[in-house]
T-cell receptor, first 110, second 114 residues
Framework: AQRVTQPEKLLSVFKGAPVELKCNYS??????LFWYVQYSRQRLQLLLR??SRESIKGFTADLNKGETSFHLKKPFAQEEDSAMYYC????????????FGKGTKLSVKP | ETGVTQSPTHLIKTRGQQVTLRCSSQ?????VSWYQQALGQGPQFIFQ???????GRGNFPPRFSGLQFPNYSSELNVNALELDDSALYLC?????????????FGEGSRLTVL
C-alpha cells in the first residue's frame, strides 16, 4: 500500500536554528509530492510542491528518489513558522487523491 | 474570490444515525474531494467528485456516499454511524479532474458520534 511517513510528531527548535521536517514515501513510480501547512486557527493550505522546485517562505524540499524522501528544510527558523506540517503524495493519476502523512508539529521558540 | 465553506461546523450524533455534511467549492472550481481526519492523524481520502460523478474513492465502506450538484457544491452522507466515524471531515476543491496537488480546504465539520 502507498504510504507517507513523517517520523516526528513534534519538532521543537529555537528561532534562527535550521529545521528539517522528514518525509518518506513508499511508491515505485514517479511520485508527486507536496507539503501542506496548517497555521493555528487557519485552514490547511499548500506550502510547496516538488515539481515546482520553488522556495516558499524560505522553505525548500528536495525529492530524493534513492532514499524515497522529500524532507522540508529551512536554514533559519522563525517563530511564525510554528505550525502543523503534512507531507502528501499524489499517486492517483486520474483519480488524483492525496495520501497524507500524520503530520509534524513544528514549534519555534523565541 | 469565495473560499471553500462547510456546514455545519460541529455536530453530535448517536450510533446508528445518519449525517449529511455540506460543502461549497471555491469559485471557479469543479472538483470536490472529501477527507476524514481523525485525531492525531493526517487527512484520509474518502472520495472525489468531478462534474457530478464520483472520480475516485479511498478505502471507505459504501455507507459513506456523496453527491455533487450542478453548481459544484457537494454533500457527504454517512449512514449507520459508528463511534469510529468521530472525526473532522474536510472538504477541498480544485480545478480539473486530474489533481495537480493544490487543494483548497474548508475549515471542516467536526462530527462526534456518541
Amino acid at each position: 500500500a502507498q504510504r507517507v511517513t513523517q517520523p516526528e510528531k513534534l519538532l521543537s527548535v529555537f528561532k534562527g536554528a535550521p529545521v528539517e521536517l522528514k518525509c518518506n514515501y513508499s511508491y515505485s513510480g514517479s511520485p508527486e509530492l507536496f507539503w501542506y501547512v496548517q497555521y493555528s486557527r487557519q485552514r490547511l493550505q499548500l506550502l510547496l510542491r516538488h515539481i515546482s522546485r520553488e522556495s516558499i517562505k524560505g522553505f525548500t524540499a528536495d525529492l530524493n528518489k534513492g532514499e524515497t524522501s522529500f524532507h522540508l528544510k529551512k536554514p533559519f527558523a522563525q517563530e511564525e513558522d510554528s505550525a502543523m506540517y503534512y507531507c502528501a503524495h499524489n499517486y492517483g493519476g486520474s483519480q488524483g487523491n492525496l495520501i497524507f502523512g500524520k503530520g509534524t508539529k513544528l514549534s519555534v521558540k523565541p | 474570490e469565495t473560499g471553500v465553506t462547510q456546514s455545519p461546523t460541529h455536530l453530535i450524533k448517536t450510533r446508528g444515525q445518519q449525517v449529511t455534511l455540506r460543502c461549497s467549492s471555491q469559485s471557479g472550481h469543479n472538483t470536490v474531494s472529501w477527507y476524514q481526519q481523525a485525531l492525531g492523524q493526517g487527512p484520509q481520502f474518502i472520495f472525489q467528485y468531478y462534474r457530478e460523478e464520483e472520480n475516485g474513492r479511498g478505502n471507505f465502506p459504501p455507507r459513506f456516499s456523496g453527491l455533487q450538484f450542478p453548481n459544484y457544491s457537494s454533500e457527504l452522507n454517512v449512514n449507520a454511524l459508528e463511534l469510529d466515524d468521530s472525526a473532522l471531515y474536510l472538504c477541498a476543491s480544485s480545478q480539473g479532474q486530474t489533481n495537480t496537488g493544490e487543494l483548497f480546504f474548508g475549515e471542516g465539520s467536526r462530527l462526534t458520534v456518541l
